[in-house]
């Protein structure tokens, strides 16, 4: 049974930073690509950035030269650093597998930034 577990959210002042983590479990085969999403309440689920089996990553606008995603493939484990976090990054993040077959979510965790 594939699970993807987020932690590391909690509050967080703007201006400051904060670590995410996606552990993943289970057999997941043909891995096309693992992303981070978020979602604000009232809006629509957003990608925050992607990294591909080769390794590199692509990052939406917002989340450009202030978000990095990596990748610990031994430990199964997905990172998101974000630093100078604005209010307008509070959401909730969840990280994504998606394969040939389908896509995994893990349930979420909730970032506050506070101003």
């Known amino acids: 049974q594939v699970q993807l577990v987020e932690s590391g959210g909690g509050l967080v002042p703007a201006g400051g930073s904060r670590n995410l983590s996606c552990a993943y479990s289970g057999r997941i085969d043909n891995v096309d690509v693992m992303d981070w999403h978020r979602q604000t309440r009232g809006k629509s689920r957003e990608l925050v950035a992607r990294i591909f089996p080769s390794g590199e990553t692509i990052y939406v606008d917002f989340a450009k030269g202030r978000f990095t995603l990596s990748r610990d493939t031994p430990k199964n484990i997905l990172y998101l650093r974000m630093r100078n976090l604005k209010s307008d990054d509070t959401a909730v993040y969840s990280c994504?597998?998606?394969?040939?077959?389908?896509?995994?979510w893990g349930q979420g965790t909730q970032v506050t930034v506070s101003s």
């Open positions: 994504r597998t998606v394969t040939a077959l389908q896509d995994y």
